[in-house]
């Protein structure tokens, strides 16, 4: 059985050498599928699919970082309103919680704004 110490030793080994063959995995299955483009005569530079641009990029992310801002905030003030009893899991899910329901909150408003303004245009 392996001790403590001798794990704590081994765990970023591993992590360095999962990420390493993950990157290296990436890299490979790209390189093959060009290759494969090649083999059947076709250019891969041309297979480029014009992604749609979002023109609320901004917005999307204006809203996410003001959710979680408010969540934070909120957090931070129930925190301190709190008695000092509580344990620190109760207090450190309260915070990632509300980011999270703030956060998407945020994303869910940004959402209902684009598609009132596609709807909008997409009458014009």
């Given at each position: 059985?392996?001790?403590?110490?001798?794990?704590?030793?081994?765990?970023?080994?591993?992590?360095?050498?999962a990420?390493?063959?993950?990157?290296?995995?990436?890299?490979?299955?790209?390189?093959?599928?060009?290759?494969?483009?090649?083999?059947?005569?076709?250019?891969?530079?041309?297979?480029?699919?014009?992604?749609?641009?979002?023109?609320?990029?901004?917005?999307?992310?204006?809203?996410?970082?003001?959710?979680?801002?408010?969540g934070?905030?909120?957090?931070?003030?129930?925190?301190?309103?709190?008695?000092?009893?509580?344990?620190?899991?109760?207090?450190?899910?309260?915070?990632?919680?509300?980011?999270?329901?703030?956060?998407?909150?945020?994303?869910?408003?940004?959402?209902?704004?684009?598609?009132?303004?596609?709807?909008?245009?997409?009458?014009?």
């Amino acid at each position: 059985m392996m001790s403590t110490q001798q794990m704590a030793l081994l765990i970023p080994m591993v992590v360095t050498t999962a990420m390493f063959a993950m990157v290296f995995g990436i890299f490979y299955l790209y390189n093959r599928e060009k290759m494969a483009m090649i083999e059947r005569g076709m250019d891969p530079r041309s297979n480029k699919e014009a992604k749609p641009i979002n023109r609320n990029y901004v917005l999307t992310w204006g809203l996410l970082l003001i959710g979680a801002g408010v969540g934070l905030f909120l957090a931070f003030l129930l925190d301190y309103s709190m008695p000092t009893s509580k344990t620190q899991d109760i207090i450190a899910g309260l915070y990632f919680s509300l980011i999270a329901i703030f956060g998407g909150t945020g994303l869910f408003v940004a959402y209902l704004i684009e598609k009132k303004d596609t709807k909008k245009r997409e009458e014009e």
